[in-house]
């Protein structure tokens, strides 16, 4: 079961940090992020591996957005810096359909094996 948590309103430019709390069981899968925007379709935004050494970034939010893991609390982070309107969405973290796969900027909703339930991050001055 994931929890996600840290949502909420800034401004354009401000930052927001993310935590999804998991079981120690899912220190065994790639963890990550995926959005959805009204009236659009939930996308990929990060994922972690679970050892943490290898990230993966959509195009959109490289160099913005960080994702992070601390197995020792089964928890994934997403440090969202410069923050921009169009980043407001839903944001989901999401935990791999299989153990120990690495996933990539294309990781698809069809293989998330278990999803959070939604944290809701508004940019807008």
């Known amino acids: 079961q994931l929890q996600a948590s840290g949502g909420g309103v800034v401004q354009p430019g401000g930052s927001l940090r993310l935590d999804c709390a998991a079981s120690?069981?899912?220190?065994?899968?790639?963890t990550g992020w995926f959005r959805q925007a009204p009236g659009k379709e939930r996308e990929f935004v990060a994922a972690i591996s679970r050892t943490g050494i290898t990230k993966s970034y959509s195009d959109s939010v490289k160099g913005r957005f960080s994702i992070s893991r601390d197995n020792d609390k089964s928890v994934t982070y997403l440090q969202m810096n410069s923050l921009k309107p169009e980043d407001t969405a839903v944001y989901y973290c999401?935990?791999?359909?299989?153990?120990?796969?690495?996933?990539?900027?294309?990781?698809?909703?069809?293989?998330?094996?278990?999803w959070g339930q939604g944290t809701q991050v508004t940019v807008s001055s």
């Open positions: 120690t069981r899912s220190n065994s899968y790639t």
């Open positions: 999401a935990q791999d359909r299989y153990q120990s796969h690495t996933r990539d900027r294309y990781w698809s909703v069809k293989a998330v094996g278990s």
